[in-house]
T-cell receptor
Framework: AQSVTQPDIHITVSEGASLELRCNYS??????LFWYVQSPGQGLQLLLK??????LVQGIKGFEAEFKRSQSSFNLRKPSVHWSDAAEYFC?????????????FGTGTRLQVTL | NAGVTQTPKFRILKIGQSMTLQCTQD?????MYWYRQDPGMGLKLIYY???????DKGEVPNGYNVSRSTTEDFPLRLELAAPSQTSVYFC?????????????FGEGSRLTVL
C-alpha cells in the first residue's frame, strides 16, 4: 500500500522569501503524485500533479514541484511567497486501478506568511 | 458550475443520533469518495464508489454507511453518532481512476457530536 510523509507540520516564511515544502512517498512503482492547497474553511484545490514525463511540473499560483525517484520525493516550491499563500498544503499519492484506485494524503503542512 | 455540493455545511448531533450527509456532483463523474479530516491527521478515506451500485470501504469505515443509487449522488450515513465522529467531512469526485484527471472536492461538512 502507498503512504505519504510530510515531515513539516508548520512552516513560517516571510513574504517574498522562497518556499519548499517536503513530501516523501512510499510505493512500489511510479506513482501519481499531487499537491493540494486548502484555505481556511474551504475544500481542497489541486495545485499540480505528476503522472509521467518531465519530472519538474508547473502548477497554478506560481508553484512547481520536482519528482525525484531516487529520493522518493515530490517537494513543492515557490520562488517568492505572497501573503495569500498562507494555507494548508497536502501531498498525495495515487495508485491502483478500478476499485482499488484511490489517493492517500499526507498529514499536511500549515504555511504561515509573515509580512 | 456547481461541481461537488455538500449539505449541510454545519451540524451538531447528540450521541446516539443518526444523520445523512448529502453529496451531489454535476460533472457526470463515475468515482466518488468520502473523506474525514481531523487536525494533524490529514484526510482519511471512509468509503468510495466507482459507479452507481458499487461501493467499497476505505481506511476508516466503522460507524458509517453509504449508497450510490445514481451517478450524481453519494450520501454518507452516520448511525448512532459518537464523539469520535466529530470531524470535517469532504466529498470528492473524479471522472475515472487515479491518473485520469483531477479530484474535485466539496467545501466540507463540519460535524460535532456532543
Amino acid at each position: 500500500a502507498q503512504s505519504v510523509t510530510q515531515p513539516d507540520i508548520h512552516i513560517t516564511v516571510s513574504e517574498g522569501a522562497s518556499l519548499e515544502l517536503r513530501c516523501n512517498y512510499s510505493y512500489g512503482a511510479t506513482p501519481y503524485l499531487f499537491w493540494y492547497v486548502q484555505s481556511p474553511g474551504q475544500g481542497l484545490q489541486l495545485l499540480l500533479k505528476y503522472f509521467s514525463g518531465d519530472t519538474l511540473v508547473q502548477g497554478i499560483k506560481g508553484f512547481e514541484a520536482e519528482f525525484k525517484r531516487s529520493q522518493s520525493s515530490f517537494n513543492l516550491r515557490k520562488p517568492s511567497v505572497h501573503w495569500s499563500d498562507a494555507a494548508e498544503y497536502f501531498c498525495a499519492v495515487g495508485a491502483g486501478t478500478g476499485t482499488a484506485s484511490k489517493l492517500t494524503f499526507g498529514t499536511g503542512t500549515r504555511l504561515q506568511v509573515t509580512l | 458550475n456547481a461541481g461537488v455540493t455538500q449539505t449541510p455545511k454545519f451540524r451538531i448531533l447528540k450521541i446516539g443520533q443518526s444523520m445523512t450527509l448529502q453529496c451531489t456532483q454535476d460533472m457526470n463523474h463515475n468515482y466518488m469518495y468520502w473523506y474525514r479530516q481531523d487536525p494533524g491527521m490529514g484526510l482519511k478515506l471512509i468509503y468510495y464508489s466507482v459507479g452507481a451500485g458499487i461501493t467499497d470501504k476505505g481506511e476508516v469505515p466503522n460507524g458509517y454507511n453509504v449508497s450510490r443509487s445514481t451517478t450524481e449522488d453519494f450520501p454518507l450515513r452516520l448511525e448512532l453518532a459518537a464523539p469520535s465522529q466529530t470531524s470535517v467531512y469532504f466529498c470528492a469526485s473524479r471522472q475515472g481512476q487515479v491518473g485520469t484527471g483531477e479530484l474535485f472536492f466539496g467545501e466540507g461538512s463540519r460535524l460535532t457530536v456532543l
